[in-house]
């Protein structure tokens, strides 16, 4: 449901135009799917919060239909949409959706269902897949994050402060890769985006108060 905005309090099954200034939140991760949305002017981005970070799904053209999976299988929302320019979206209400869908025979209904399935149980791998050289740089910096977790649960004290050790001299790696690649003329559009607040996360400031240990 769009931010700020309630749904029409009517059982007609007709379609309703939606003008989004840029930046308006159409439905977010989580809500229940109320509607399908067709986008007729502007640009709307599709995107999934996957542990702190912003993981851009798709950016959907006009002319395009977004938002129905959850309608069809009547689901949560898998992701977040928002506004990426001033835009215009067709509204299909779920009833309506709905009607049409039955419409169809029996085999593709099944079929729409099965492909919607699949979706649902890959999207976790597909949006962990590095796109650019800088999310890889992230990607490296996520799992070392989750070895320095491991290290501090380690009973064997001696064994994780080595270990510990070594993933400071990664980090301090990691970061000469990442001042290298801000060089690098890579013009591939980041999979991961990461928050204000993730922002040159370090792996000292990553471990908070979560058992950290002295470097």
Do not use: W
Request: hydrophobic share 40%; charged share 30%.
């Amino acid at each position: 449901m769009m931010d700020g905005v309630q749904a029409p309090e009517t059982t007609e099954l007709k379609l309703e135009k939606l003008s989004l200034p840029s930046g308006t939140v159409l439905f977010r991760q989580g809500d229940t799917g109320d509607a399908a949305y067709i986008l007729d002017k502007g640009k709307i981005v599709i995107f999934q919060q996957v542990e702190g970070q912003r993981v851009e799904l798709d950016s959907i053209k006009p002319g395009e239909i977004f938002g129905e999976m959850a309608v069809i299988d009547r689901s949560e929302r898998m992701a977040t949409a928002v506004a990426a320019a001033d835009s215009v979206v067709t509204r299909i209400p779920e009833p309506l959706f709905a009607t049409k869908l039955e419409g169809t025979h029996k085999f593709v209904r099944a079929l729409v269902a099965m492909f919607i399935k699949n979706i649902r149980s890959s999207h976790r791998i597909f949006v962990r897949r590095p796109r650019s050289f800088r999310d890889n740089i992230k990607l490296i910096r996520h799992f070392s994050f989750n070895i320095k977790r491991y290290a501090n649960l380690m009973e064997d004290q001696p064994l994780a402060e080595e270990m510990l050790s070594v993933l400071a001299r990664l980090e301090q790696c990691v970061g000469d890769l990442a001042e290298v690649g801000q060089r690098a003329k890579d013009k591939r559009h980041d999979h991961i985006v990461e928050d204000a607040e993730h922002s040159n996360l370090d792996l000292k400031a990553a471990m908070g108060t979560e058992g950290r240990r002295t470097l």
